[in-house]
């Protein structure tokens, strides 16, 4: 990776990933995680007025910002995401492909499904978000802690009583501008959930069984539950996450049956999962009573 500068107004650093299955991405990165990587030695080194600057810089962006998931907006989310689900009902319908989908076959070759793959992107560009789903699926796919499109939607679905939020405060002032505006990010969790929900629905799936695997250098430590989960339908891809390298001195296999009402994003309807990376990803809508999914 190379460092290709420094935003002080927004407390990040941009790398270039020159190598491996993100060659090519560009991650922008809190500046307090430059303390994860490794640089050569012999490197140019900032004064101390320099390093004290962006140090307060840190500290700013590190404050914490908490967003309860209130019963009420939750309650205004379900009667707005029935309403899209029957339209969404319609749509999937009429796509005969869908009826006859093969999920433990598309499992089995961590291969999307096409038909489903254009018939989101089709109801994205109806719904006017089709540039914030693509955006946030290949951040999401490359590195979810690059930039804040993430935790921008993550905020949304506090606010929409869906899951509360616990992390840092916003740097970007233009993160819910334009394309990411909140009312379309509303619209665009509103389409994931009610696509994957009638989805899985006209197969006759009302949950799914999905794995989890990690490997860590020291041990695992409890933490907050994310707003959005990384799980894989594959166990085999889990399974090798589990097994981890040479520094592995802990490591996690879970595996559980999980309501489709969770699913956000699937590999069989996201373009970015069948690039690159061809694990059988699933994300899920965090469940704060649900500490390994």
């Known amino acids: 990776m190379v460092v290709a500068g420094v935003d002080r107004e927004r407390a ?3 790398v270039v990933v020159e190598a491996f299955e993100d060659a090519g991405a560009r991650w922008r990165l809190p500046l307090d995680y430059v303390a994860r990587f490794q640089f050569a030695r012999g490197g140019a080194l900032l004064d101390a007025r320099e390093t004290g600057a962006l140090q307060g810089l840190v500290v700013e962006a590190m404050r914490a910002l908490e967003l309860p998931a209130t019963g009420a907006a939750r309650a205004n989310s379900d009667r707005a ?11 999937i319908a009429s796509r005969a492909a869908l009826r006859e989908l093969d999920l433990a076959a598309h499992v089995a070759g961590r291969e999307g499904c096409e038909e489903a793959i254009a018939l989101l992107a089709s109801l994205a560009a109806e719904r006017g978000v089709a540039s914030l789903e693509q955006e946030l699926a290949r951040t999401y796919v490359s590195n979810p802690e690059s930039g804040e499109i993430v935790k921008g939607h993550a905020i949304v679905l506090a606010e929409m009583g869906l899951c509360a939020y616990s992390g840092r405060v916003v740097v970007d002032e233009s993160l819910f501008d334009g394309d ?3 009312d379309l990010r509303r619209a665009h969790i509103l389409l994931r959930l009610a696509f994957l929900r009638e989805l899985m629905a006209v197969i ?3 949950e799914v069984e999905l794995y989890r695997g990690a490997a860590f250098e020291g041990a ?10 990384a799980a894989t339908f594959s166990r085999e891809v889990a399974t090798s996450h589990f097994d981890g390298g040479p520094t592995t001195r802990t490591a996690l296999l879970a595996r559980q049956r999980v309501p489709v009402g969770r699913l956000f994003m699937t590999f069989l309807e996201t373009a970015a999962m069948n690039g690159r990376y061809r694990e059988a990803e699933a994300v899920l809508v965090g469940d704060p009573g649900n500490l390994t999914f």
Do not use: I, W
């Open 180 to 182: 990411g505006a909140k």
């Open 12 to 14: 990040v650093f941009e």
């Open 81 to 91: 995401l029935a309403l899209e689900a029957a339209r969404v009902r319609e749509a």
């Open 220 to 229: 695992v430590h409890p933490s907050r539950v994310p707003s959005l989960v």
């Open 204 to 206: 006759g799936r009302d």
